[in-house]
């Protein structure tokens, strides 16, 4: 809906990123928004740590929230 002019959005930054660097959204109240909280990603514990899971874990360090 915000992609169609149709109101604003709050949402995490890693969900925008890639909207706002292309401009097909804008940020408005930057003043007025402050960024709290903790994002973790959980799994099983286990000996043994599936590639898949290690290569996802790889994957989100470096792209969930890149350096500005």
Do not use: C, Q
């Not at 109240?29 to 290690?54: C, E, I, M, N, Q």
């Amino acid at each position: 809906m915000a992609e169609a002019g149709l109101g604003i959005v709050s949402l995490p930054d890693f969900v925008l990123h890639e909207h706002l660097r292309t401009g097909h959204l804008v940020p408005v109240l930057s003043d007025h928004t402050a960024h709290s909280g903790v994002f973790r990603l959980l799994w099983p514990s286990s000996p043994y740590l599936p590639p898949k899971l290690r290569v996802f874990i790889d994957f989100m360090t470096e792209n969930l929230f890149p350096s500005k």
